[in-house]
């Protein structure tokens, strides 16, 4: 029997998602959870009548706890399944996708592995910034949680598969890191790429130059220095 819901997410989150989930089922047991602390103390008796939802959440849930929940775990990952992993909107915007989009999937061991339930896909316009990308990923990643919400809490038996599958390369931190070292050699194009994906950099990445043993950081501004390269070219 599915008594309780487990979501996982950011504190900021966390209230509406627990909001929606109780109007879908008022009688149904939310537990709110931030970090992979507060998930390990969940008793085993909880996870074994629990299904846990997880939202833009960078915590990885471990298989033991996956395997100890009775109704499963169901992930909402802000980007489309061609870019799994971390960082979905940067590296949309580093590789100059002209499409993005919004994937729920059933947790598995290995991250961003699972069935696919549902996708939203939509198009984005050429130099979008991450910020106006993320903001555009978030919308349709709650719209995506509000339409499955109702199943999610009151249907024990699992969603329904999608015949989708996860492509590309998984971004993860060793990539971003590698990302963020800008090598001496960069072509202007590339360098106006990597700035703006990787200029505010995520989980704390920062662009950087290494220069005989010295490591420069690239200071923040509001505005770029110079014009990006397009604008240069356009220019000579």
């Given at each position: 029997m599915l008594q309780t819901i487990i979501v996982l997410s950011g504190p900021v989150e966390c209230p509406v998602l627990v909001s929606r989930i109780q109007s879908c089922a008022p009688f149904v047991r939310i537990v709110p959870v931030s970090t992979l602390e507060d998930l390990l103390v969940i008793p085993r008796d909880v996870l074994l009548n629990a299904r846990l939802i997880g939202f833009a959440t960078p915590v990885i849930v471990p298989g033991m706890v996956l395997d100890a929940l009775g109704h499963g775990a169901y992930n909402f990952h802000p980007g489309p399944p061609s870019l799994p992993g971390l960082c979905p909107a940067h590296v949309a915007v580093y590789r100059g996708e002209r499409r993005f989009g919004v994937t729920?999937?059933?947790?598995?061991?290995?991250?961003?592995?699972?069935?696919i339930v549902d996708v939203s896909l939509f198009d984005i316009e050429p130099g979008i910034s991450v910020h106006e990308l993320e903001k555009l990923s978030y919308r349709e990643l709650a719209l995506l949680f509000w339409k499955l919400s109702p199943q999610l809490a009151t249907q024990p038996a699992p969603l329904d598969e999608l015949p989708i599958g996860w492509s590309g390369e998984k971004s993860n931190r060793r990539l971003l890191a590698e990302w963020s070292a800008v090598p001496l050699d960069v072509s202007a194009e590339e360098l106006d790429r990597r700035v703006a994906a990787f200029g505010i950099g995520p989980f704390g990445s920062t662009l950087s130059v290494t220069i005989h043993g010295h490591r420069f950081l690239l200071e923040q501004t509001a505005q770029p220095i110079a014009e990006p390269a397009e604008a240069r070219a356009a220019a000579g």
């Open positions: 729920a999937h059933k947790m598995v061991a290995r991250v961003d592995a699972g069935p």
